[in-house]
Each structure stands twice: as structure tokens, then as C-alpha cells.
């Protein structure tokens, strides 16, 4: 694919930035569009570098100009309530934006980032990318966005544009320089700083696996789908024993349950907003409720169209803990070496689902 020009909305964001490596160790020309300072996400990376925000649409066009491709992965991710106009204007009206010029541009294809909480589901059963989404539930406004960003898709194919959706659930992995809630968790385990946690469950998806999945799309997808992207289901008492794996520890911490963890949340969750708006708590009740609903995703149609084929969560918790090391993150004094069960992850047996 000489000579072809690749722009990547939120580069420096967890996915943007392994993607847009990806893309350069494919050998492709790729254009980032940033909002400020790339910090060190995008350090030593020979990427053209177009100053501008997705909430301005003349900045969308001058980046989306040329291009024939476009992943768009920015977004303003939140579990809490609050800032509605924000996450608005980033998610939805960006998207809008980015869209818009890439219909002007004749782009070839645009892969959107969609989010699972956008996807609906039914207690107990694996959703599908088909799952109708119940509108009249308690949500987040961030859900909210990413349902009506999957609408600014639809709009755009009927006017003609190749769009597909890639949509993402809780990623894990190296390159995540902000970092990421999953990302903080294992920053504090690592660093001794975390001391309980809440049972539940959710999708966790390899960011390895995510990016592959979005350029995957990108080649291999039908205009106007829509992708779920998961590397396996994990209770938090797995995940936290990965994590004890690669810092050479047991876990060690109270659990509390889930409806305890719950109220103090609900309790919480104002007083934080009022004293640190900008403060994003670890478990806001949002975030709660994924982790006891214990949601559950079928990749099938990926997996069967696209070629699609998941690795391992242990691997990109693995991943994740030598680049936080390697950064500095991770106090070596408490990385203690100790035998630890090496836990073995089984491949997922994936049933066809609806095409």
C-alpha cells in the first residue's frame, strides 16, 4: 500500500498509541491529529504530526485531507456522571466532524472505536454486535456518547461513506501513557498501594488483540458493520492473579463486597465531584455496575468474517508491567521474587453467532 496516507484521531490515547505503531512497523505513512502536547507516547515515532482538536471541524479537515484511510479512536472516556457537554463534543460531535471530511475527502474507509457499554446485552447471555441497546436505564453520559456516536455511523453510511465499527472492551497491554483505569490498577498492586478490591467480572480485551482487530476491520470488514473485540472473560480475582504473576506475588488484599463497595461509591461519587471534578475516582458506581453485571461478549462475528483470533490477557498483563517498568513506574524495592503458580490460560471456543 505505497504511498498511502493513514490518520489516527487519539494517538496518544491507550489504543492510538500501539496502533499507530503497528501501522509504522507495517511500513505506513501515518498522521496523527493532536489536541496538545503528545507527551511521551509518540516519542522517537516518524509520524506527521497535524495540530488541532476533533471538536474543530476545520482542524478535521485539514487532517483528514489526502488520507485514504482514517481510524478514528479519540474519545473522552469517563465512568462517572458529570460533564455531559464535554463528553458530548469530543465523542459525538467529533465524530460528526471526522466523518463529514472524511465523506468530502472520498477517504476509502473510516474505522470508528465503538465502546461495549454501547452494545445491549441480557444478564447471563454473551451480547451480540445485534443486541438492541435499552435507552430507558440508569447510564453514564459517556454510554450515551458512544451510542450516539454508533448513530453518526449509521447516518454516514446511508449517505454513502464505507465506516465500520470496532468496538472495544476493557483493554490491557503495554503503551499506556495516561494511564488507563486497568493501567492504575496495576501501577497500585505493583506499587503496594492497593489493599482491596470488589468481586465481578468483565471482558478484557488485549490491546494487541484491539489493534489487530481494528486493522483487521479495516481490511477485511463489511461497510456499515459493526465488531465486538475481546480476548477472554475474567473475574477480578483472575486478573488481579496475573498481576500478582508478573510482580512476583500472591494476592494479598480484603474483599469487599460488592453491595458495601456500592454504597460508599454512591456516596462518594458527589462529594468528589464537588471538592475534584477533575478527579476520576477508581470505582465510581458506574464502573460497579460493569463489574457485577459480568457482561460477557461474543466475538463470533469477528472471528468468522474477519479472521479474528484472540491471544492472551496474561500476555498483555505481562506487556503492560515490563513498559510501566521500563518508564519508571513501578518501585523495584517491592517486586519481591517468590514461586507463584503460573497460571494457564485456555484457548475460548467461540460459537457462530448471528452474521
Not at 332 to 343: G, I, K, N, S
Request: hydrophobic letters at 40%; aromatic letters at 6%.
Amino acid at each position: 500500500m505505497g504511498g498511502v496516507v493513514i490518520l489516527v484521531t487519539g494517538a496518544t490515547g491507550h489504543l492510538g498509541a500501539n496502533l499507530v505503531r503497528a501501522l509504522l512497523t507495517d511500513g505506513q505513512d501515518v498522521r496523527v491529529l493532536l489536541r496538545g502536547p503528545a507527551g511521551s507516547a509518540l516519542d522517537g515515532l516518524a509520524v506527521h504530526r497535524v495540530p488541532g482538536d476533533v471538536r474543530d471541524p476545520a482542524a478535521v479537515g485539514r487532517a483528514v485531507s489526502g488520507c485514504e484511510e482514517v481510524y478514528h479512536c479519540a474519545a473522552e472516556v469517563s465512568t462517572r456522571s458529570g460533564g455531559e457537554r464535554r463528553i458530548y463534543d469530543i465523542n459525538v460531535l467529533g465524530t460528526h466532524h471526522v466523518l463529514a471530511a472524511a465523506g468530502r475527502a472520498d477517504v476509502r474507509r473510516v474505522v470508528v472505536t465503538g465502546s461495549l457499554s454501547a452494545t445491549g446485552w441480557r444478564r447471563g447471555v454473551p451480547c451480540t454486535e445485534e443486541d438492541l441497546f435499552y435507552p430507558f436505564a440508569a447510564h453514564t453520559p459517556y454510554t450515551v456518547s458512544k451510542v450516539l456516536v454508533e448513530h453518526e455511523c449509521v447516518k454516514a453510511a446511508a449517505r454513502g461513506l464505507d465506516v465500520v465499527v470496532a468496538t472495544s472492551t476493557a483493554i490491557i497491554g503495554p503503551h499506556d501513557y495516561r494511564p488507563s483505569r486497568m493501567g492504575r490498577l496495576l501501577l497500585d498492586f505493583a506499587n503496594g498501594r492497593l489493599l482491596a478490591y470488589v468481586p465481578g467480572g468483565f471482558e478484557f480485551v488485549s490491546v494487541g488483540d484491539l489493534v489487530a482487530g481494528h486493522m483487521l476491520a479495516m481490511r477485511r470488514g463489511v461497510a456499515g458493520r459493526k465488531y465486538l473485540f475481546s480476548t477472554r472473560f475474567h473475574t477480578v480475582e483472575e486478573i488481579l492473579d496475573h498481576y500478582g504473576e508478573v510482580c512476583g506475588r500472591r494476592r494479598r488484599l480484603l474483599r469487599v463486597p460488592s453491595p458495601v463497595m456500592a454504597g460508599i461509591a454512591r456516596a462518594a461519587a458527589p462529594v468528589v465531584s464537588v471538592l475534584a471534578p477533575r478527579h476520576e475516582m477508581r470505582l465510581t458506581p458506574a464502573a460497579l455496575d460493569f463489574l457485577r453485571s459480568r457482561r460477557r461478549a461474543d466475538c463470533s462475528r469477528a472471528v468468522a468474517e474477519l479472521g479474528y483470533r484472540p491471544t492472551s490477557v496474561a500476555r498483555a498483563v505481562q506487556e503492560a508491567f515490563t513498559c510501566f517498568a521500563r518508564r519508571g513506574l513501578i518501585d523495584a524495592r517491592r517486586v519481591v521474587t517468590v514461586p507463584v503458580r503460573r497460571r494457564v490460560e485456555r484457548p475460548v471456543r467461540r460459537t457462530a453467532g448471528p452474521s
